[in-house]
């Protein structure tokens, strides 16, 4: 084989070989990449909870990502599934034992003790948003990286509190067009659930119960046995129906806040159900208990082909959680509703996402000399307050008339060549096509106009 042939070959198989070793990233499993047209789903939940926060007189805050580990070991609790099973937790760099958070509450309250919150005139009510990690199966609606809005209200024991952020979440469904049904229960406080419990473990040590429970409660019978309430596999759910209910065991305090709680969403209007075996996956909940759920199907298959109503949402109080953590004994009330359980709900309804047309201005060129003066002018509006949108890169007028459509631009200015020797502009209105040569220098006092004009007609 002549030599330039044969280092040719060599080249090309070191070529091959430098391909075949280049490796294609790709996502970890139970993560999920949001892209442009989800943002949109994205964008009209997170105004909802904003403009409800508002209304409501919630402030934002945000929390850290890492937390120490001990925070959610005391706080969410050691036997909780989110602690033993799901929370990413490991030894950083300098030792410490930290953990992405699991749930957002424990680092609110964290925030709350940590920053003196207790000293301003109560009740703190907090709106949160931001990403949970948490490594289970992943599902619908339900990645190892997902994103929780929270309510959070710190310093208030009366019930109007609890009836009050069931509300919100009812509201945030409802007026996303997604009907929702709110499940509810009490679970009392530390004292008189000792007596409930004692019952509960009575029952479950009745012949043949306790053989045959999942091997997950069975450790639960010995650590925290009110959480056998809250298993979702199917012979565990088949023993639970005839278990003694928490809602007979009630002491008069706990039996009255939740009779108040029910005469208010009674008053309200919304559609709720008592629930026997809610309980709630956490350690710090007392008294009052609740999720959210869609109003109108019959939930998901497992894999026994069992349907199971999805979670929306939840919450309910923690009136211990601040002690627990070191702050001063504080009532606090809360819950929390995934975005993406809402975006596939709103997906499934096939609801329409709205499309208004905006106040942009979008500005259009032909040619480069028409570019070079539409990009200063672009720049002059942007910093007047103008909403100014463009398509420089674009040469075709007309593929640039499709972005200003594809965007609900109001009006466009367009500058061509004969508009540049001439000193004129075209505006253009982009929901009638029509359009008129305007004096260039006039550009600003034309579009004030037409802006005023449409605002009078939409008010």
Same mark, same amino acid.
């Given at each position: 084989?002549?030599?330039?042939?044969?280092?040719?070959?060599?080249?090309?198989?070191?070529?091959?070989?430098?391909?075949?070793?280049?490796?294609?990233?790709?996502? /970890?499993?139970?993560?999920?990449?949001?892209?442009?047209?989800?943002?949109?789903?994205? =964008?009209?939940?997170?105004?909802? %909870? %904003?403009? /409800?926060?508002?209304?409501?007189?919630?402030?934002?805050?945000?929390?850290?990502?890492?937390?120490?580990?001990?925070?959610?070991?005391?706080?969410?609790?050691?036997?909780?599934?989110?602690?033993?099973?799901?929370?990413?937790?490991?030894?950083?760099?300098?030792?410490?034992?930290?953990?992405?958070?699991?749930?957002?509450?424990?680092?609110?309250?964290?925030?709350?003790?940590?920053?003196?919150?207790?000293?301003?005139?109560?009740?703190?009510?907090?709106?949160? +948003?931001?990403?949970?990690?948490?490594?289970?199966?992943?599902?619908?609606?339900?990645? !190892?990286?997902?994103?929780?809005?929270?309510?959070?209200?710190?310093?208030?024991?009366?019930?109007?509190?609890?009836?009050?952020?069931?509300?919100?979440?009812?509201?945030?469904?409802?007026?996303?067009?997604?009907?929702?049904? $709110?499940?509810?229960?009490?679970?009392?406080?530390?004292?008189?659930?000792?007596?409930?419990?004692?019952?509960?473990?009575?029952?479950?040590?009745?012949?043949?119960?306790?053989?045959?429970?999942?091997?997950?409660?069975?450790?639960?019978?010995?650590?925290?046995?009110? !959480?056998?309430? =809250? +298993?979702?596999?199917?012979? +565990?759910?088949?023993?639970?129906?005839?278990?003694?209910?928490?809602?007979?065991?009630?002491? =008069?305090?706990?039996?009255?806040?939740?009779?108040?709680?029910?005469?208010?969403?009674?008053?309200?209007?919304?559609?709720?159900?008592?629930?026997?075996?809610?309980?709630?996956?956490?350690?710090?909940?007392?008294?009052?208990?609740?999720?959210?759920?869609?109003?109108?199907?019959?939930?998901?298959?497992?894999?026994?082909?069992?349907?199971?109503?999805?979670?929306?949402?939840?919450?309910?109080?923690?009136?211990? /959680?601040?002690?627990?953590?070191?702050?001063?004994?504080?009532?606090?009330?809360?819950?929390?509703?995934?975005?993406?359980?809402?975006?596939?709900?709103?997906?499934?309804?096939?609801?329409?996402?709205?499309?208004?047309?905006?106040?942009?201005?979008?500005?259009?060129?032909?040619?480069?000399?028409?570019?070079?003066?539409?990009?200063?002018?672009?720049?002059?509006?942007?910093? %007047?307050?103008?909403?100014?949108?463009?398509?420089?890169?674009?040469?075709?007028?007309?593929?640039?008339?499709?972005? %200003?459509?594809?965007?609900?631009?109001?009006?466009?200015?367009?500058?061509?060549?004969?508009?540049?020797?001439?000193?004129?502009?075209?505006?253009?209105?982009?929901?009638?096509?029509?359009?008129?040569?305007?004096?260039?220098?006039?550009?600003?006092?034309?579009?004030?106009?037409?802006?005023?004009? =449409?605002?009078? $007609?939409?008010?």
């Amino acid at each position: 084989m002549p030599k330039i042939v044969k280092e040719k070959n060599e080249k090309a198989n070191k070529d091959s070989g430098r391909q075949r070793r280049v490796e294609r990233f790709s996502r /970890l499993r139970g993560m999920k990449d949001i892209l442009f047209d989800e943002y949109r789903y994205w =964008d009209l939940l997170l105004k909802k %909870a %904003a403009d /409800l926060a508002e209304v409501y007189d919630f402030r934002r805050i945000d929390t850290p990502v890492l937390e120490r580990l001990d925070l959610y070991e005391r706080s969410t609790g050691m036997d909780t599934d989110v602690v033993s099973k799901e929370m990413y937790s490991f030894i950083d760099k300098s030792e410490e034992k930290v953990a992405l958070r699991p749930e957002a509450t424990p680092g609110i309250a964290r925030a709350y003790i940590e920053h003196g919150l207790f000293n301003q005139p109560q009740p703190i009510k907090t709106f949160w +948003c931001g990403p949970l990690f948490r490594h289970e199966k992943p599902q619908s609606g339900r990645t !190892r990286q997902h994103t929780q809005i929270n309510y959070d209200v710190f310093g208030e024991a009366g019930p109007v509190t609890d009836a009050q952020l069931i509300l919100i979440a009812y509201n945030f469904f409802n007026e996303l067009q997604v009907g929702v049904q $709110v499940q509810i229960n009490s679970i009392g406080c530390p004292e008189c659930r000792k007596e409930y419990i004692a019952k509960l473990i009575e029952y479950y040590k009745e012949r043949g119960k306790r053989s045959r429970l999942c091997n997950d409660c069975k450790k639960r019978f010995v650590k925290n046995p009110l !959480r056998l309430l =809250d +298993c979702k596999e199917k012979d +565990c759910m088949e023993i639970r129906e005839d278990a003694p209910q928490i809602v007979d065991f009630l002491c =008069d305090g706990c039996r009255e806040h939740f009779i108040k709680v029910l005469e208010y969403l009674d008053e309200l209007g919304i559609s709720y159900n008592l629930n026997p075996f809610l309980v709630r996956g956490l350690d710090y909940y007392n008294r009052t208990v609740f999720e959210v759920v869609s109003a109108d199907d019959e939930g998901e298959k497992d894999e026994d082909g069992q349907r199971r109503q999805i979670s929306l949402g939840g919450g309910g109080r923690y009136d211990n /959680l601040i002690e627990t953590l070191g702050g001063r004994t504080t009532p606090a009330c809360g819950f929390g509703l995934g975005i993406e359980r809402a975006i596939i709900k709103i997906k499934e309804k096939n609801i329409p996402l709205k499309e208004e047309r905006k106040n942009y201005i979008f500005l259009a060129q032909l040619g480069e000399q028409s570019r070079l003066k539409i990009f200063a002018l672009f720049e002059e509006m942007r910093r %007047a307050g103008y909403r100014v949108k463009q398509a420089f890169t674009k040469d075709s007028l007309k593929a640039q008339l499709e972005s %200003a459509d594809r965007i609900g631009a109001k009006y466009s200015l367009i500058l061509g060549q004969k508009e540049l020797l001439d000193g004129t502009i075209i505006i253009r209105d982009m929901e009638s096509g029509t359009q008129e040569v305007i004096d260039y220098k006039k550009i600003y006092a034309e579009v004030n106009k037409r802006l005023d004009l =449409d605002k009078q $007609v939409n008010n």
